[in-house]
């Protein structure tokens, strides 16, 4: 052999031992980075959406709580999702709607969907259907009904497939009646106070420190204010300015706190009255009025004739500006349990105001709590 020969065989050998040493440091680099994703993973912390939480420390001596000056109960410390999940994570789906009664024959319909937080890095969605004999569902959640039966929408995070949201569709023949009314019944089941982001101190319940009082949740007793909360009575002060400079209209407070026994005394007048199921739809029961929390005003009228007003239209359009909601929203008596009420609004300070306001959804879905007598 000549050497020139030798010489391009060795350099051939040389090549290749080097793309070996190359291919064999790739395949070390391949699994190191492999093994350090699945340990990233593992100790990831799992994702759950806002219902499956689970606590860990829930319960906060009585004796502390006591001591909690009321004014400060609208600012007891947020525990949210953001505490056990990455920043940007998906953490929970809300839908405008959870249940739909559709004619094979509709139009097609589509919830609307809120993903939080609302600073998610992806919000992107995956939605399918249980049965697409009975509805189909394309890539941006149109429900297109097909034949009558029952069958499940489930939408998705795609950043997080542990977070998801579903819609119960019952599809009807032509010839059948849908159900009129829908049920009133929260979509919500009873929370089982294993919720981390739901705090009870002193018998009164905060859901991500905001004080929540419904049909599930009461203040005792002898919770008393004794009028509005300061921050409310200013924020009242500072909307009413605001509705007479920008818009000419006067309002004022009908109604504010209500005591405790106040609330006996009014429930038990209606329940004489109009029978005790007619009264729970518009009255509380004593200790589950929010007019007892004192963050609470009835504005200029309370009553049906309110709604409409430019008073009510202009309140609706603008009180989250001053840390208001109106808390009765049309066509929510599902989630709260009351009958839409223009002129009850309740005072949740700034930044949740803006939050549900800009959702469209009442506090009750917003939180994924319930509003249902035991
Ligand atoms: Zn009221």
Redesign the pocket.
């Known amino acids: 052999m000549s050497t020139p020969n030798r010489k391009k065989r060795k350099s051939r050998k040389k090549q290749k031992q080097i793309l070996h040493f190359l291919l064999l440091t790739a395949l070390f680099f391949c699994l190191l980075l492999g093994i350090l994703l699945i340990l990233r993973h593992s100790s990831a912390p799992e994702t759950r959406t806002v219902q499956e939480f689970v606590v860990e420390t829930e319960t906060i001596p009585e004796t502390e709580s006591e001591t909690i000056p009321e004014t400060e109960s609208e600012t007891v410390p947020e525990t949210t999702e953001e505490e056990t999940l990455p920043p940007g994570m998906v953490s929970g789906i809300t839908l405008s709607f959870y249940h739909v009664h559709l004619h094979e024959d509709d139009d097609p319909v589509m919830p609307r969907v809120f993903m939080q937080p609302e600073d998610a890095i992806d919000i992107s969605e995956i939605w399918s259907s249980s049965d697409e004999t009975v509805a189909i569902v394309d890539e941006n959640g149109t429900i297109t009904p097909e034949n009558p039966g029952n069958c499940t929408i489930c939408v998705t995070s795609a950043m997080n497939p542990a977070v998801s949201a579903a819609v119960m569709v019952t599809v009807y023949s032509k010839e059948e009646a849908l159900p009129v009314p829908e049920q009133i019944c929260s979509p919500f089941s009873e929370e089982d106070n294993t919720r981390n982001d739901i705090q009870v101190i002193g018998g009164i319940t905060y859901v991500q420190g905001v004080m929540l009082v419904n049909k599930t949740y009461s203040l005792p007793a002898d919770y008393h204010p004794d009028g509005l909360t300061p921050e409310t009575s200013e924020a009242f002060s500072a909307l009413r300015h605001a509705a007479s400079d920008e818009a000419g209209l006067r309002l004022f407070s009908e109604?504010d706190f209500r005591s405790y026994r106040t609330q006996v005394y009014l429930y038990e007048s209606y329940c004489n009255r109009d029978g005790k199921e007619a009264a729970d739809r518009f009255s509380a029961r004593p200790g589950h009025s929010?007019?007892q929390t004192g963050m609470?005003i009835?504005v200029n009228w309370?009553g049906d004739a309110f709604n409409d007003t430019e008073e009510a239209v202009w309140l609706e359009k603008n009180c989250w500006r001053f840390g208001f909601i109106v808390r009765f929203p049309r066509e929510k008596e599902a989630f709260t349990g009351y009958k839409y009420?223009s002129?009850?609004i309740r005072y949740v300070g700034e930044d949740w105001a803006k939050k549900i306001y800009d959702s469209g959804l009442c506090l009750e879905e917003y939180f994924h709590v319930s509003s249902r007598y035991s």
């Open positions: 109604s929010e007019h609470v009835d309370a009420e002129w009850h």
